[in-house]
């Protein structure tokens, strides 16, 4: 468990509107991954980000930014939101040398766009 | 272009009885394979992995096979309880490429009957 909050864990919001979700982790872990898990998709990552500032793009990247400005938050912001952005979010951290190859999850945000 | 690929969207099982979920991926650089397991409302938990150097991984009855030169691995457990009911992820990474990041396949369900 590497101490993963994702906040908010629900929102409503309409077409059009910025949103941000936050992930905060305690662990002093290096990267950070958002991903979305949609029906028939699985889980797809958004972007992820490598250390403090760095930050990269990955397969569903579209629509999304990402800021990393300390080690411990990740924030995922939609510019302006569409109903295909209703998905549930997950962050994750990836675990330290010994466990380099496996991320862990935080508990999800179910985000609805009407 | 689906880099992994679990072709079973759901599977039921008697409590008691093997479950084989399996997975099939494509891309030859993967070193390195998971198994995530996801309850409703929940992130996704590691569960098991194995690194292609072995073709076998056992963590109580949770048992991973590889078969590197089919590109397919499984992961079989038992015996099946009803509390293994979930979504199964497979997942895999170039654990010697950038990030760290996975692949993830669109999961299957398991429901174990009592």
């Known amino acids: 468990d590497a101490g993963i909050t994702q906040s908010p864990r629900h929102k409503v919001t309409e077409t059009g509107t910025p949103v941000t979700l936050r992930c905060h982790q305690t662990?002093?872990?290096?990267?950070m991954y958002w991903y979305r898990q949609d029906p028939g998709h699985g889980l797809r990552l958004i972007h992820y980000?490598?250390?403090?500032?760095?930050?990269d793009k990955g397969e569903v990247s579209d629509g999304y930014s990402v800021s990393r400005s300390k080690t411990e938050d990740f924030l995922l912001t939609l510019e302006s939101a569409t109903s295909s952005q209703t998905s549930v979010y997950f962050c994750?951290?990836?675990?330290?040398?010994?466990?380099?190859?496996?991320?862990?999850f935080g508990a999800g945000t179910r985000l609805s766009v009407l | 272009d689906q880099q992994v690929k679990q072709n079973s969207p759901s599977l039921s099982v008697q409590e008691g009885r093997i479950s084989i979920l399996n997975c099939d991926y494509t891309n030859s650089m993967f070193d390195y394979f998971l198994w995530y397991k996801k309850y409703p409302a929940e992130g996704p938990t590691f569960l098991i992995s194995?690194?292609?150097?072995?073709d076998k991984n056992e963590d109580g009855r949770f048992t991973v096979f590889l078969n590197k030169s089919a590109k397919h691995l499984s992961l079989h457990i038992v015996p099946s309880q009803p509390g293994d009911s979930a979504v199964y992820f497979c997942?895999?990474?170039?654990?010697?490429?950038?990030?760290?990041?996975?692949?993830f396949g669109k999961g299957t369900l398991l429901t174990v009957n009592p």
């Open positions: 997942a895999a990474t170039d654990s010697g490429g950038s990030n760290y990041k996975l692949t």
């Open positions: 662990e002093n872990h290096r990267y």
């Open positions: 980000s490598y250390g403090v500032k760095d930050t």
């Open positions: 194995i690194s292609s150097i072995k």
């Open positions: 994750a951290t990836r675990g330290q040398e010994l466990a380099k190859n496996i991320q862990y």
